[in-house]
């Protein structure tokens, strides 16, 4: 069994920074790719950013390229995306997946998710 568990969400106001954090435990696979999503409300969830096993690969959504950088520290089994330029249209709940798809940017890609951490962006 696979837990994500994401932190660093919160209230900024445009222009400001956010770092989001995702920790893995569990029965985790070692060479899987890790993504963010979002999800407004009324909306569909929407791929923000993936990164392979390695950290050596990444894909960025047009829309936060640029602003948002994901990371990983596959020693703490942990994921990181850092928020730059935030705008009030990035406001949505973010949550961290796992996949054995390289660089998945499709929500069925992923089998496991956490339970999403608030983003609240003020103009």
């Known amino acids: 069994q696979v837990q994500l568990v994401e932190s660093g969400g919160g209230l900024v106001q445009a222009g400001g920074s956010l770092r989001l954090s995702c920790a893995a435990s569990g029965r985790t696979f070692s060479r899987s790719t890790k993504g963010w999503f979002r999800q407004a409300q009324g909306k569909e969830r929407e791929f923000v950013a993936a990164i392979t096993w390695s950290g050596r690969s990444t894909n960025y959504a047009d829309s936060v390229k640029g602003r948002f950088t994901i990371s990983r520290d596959n020693a703490k089994n942990t994921v990181s995306l850092q928020m730059n330029s935030l705008k009030p249209e990035d406001t949505a709940g973010y949550y961290c997946?796992?996949?054995?798809?390289?660089?998945?940017?499709?929500?069925?890609?992923?089998?496991?998710w956490g339970q999403g951490t608030q983003v609240t962006v003020s103009s």
């Open positions: 997946g796992l996949t054995n798809y390289a660089l998945g940017t499709q929500s069925y890609h992923y089998g496991y």
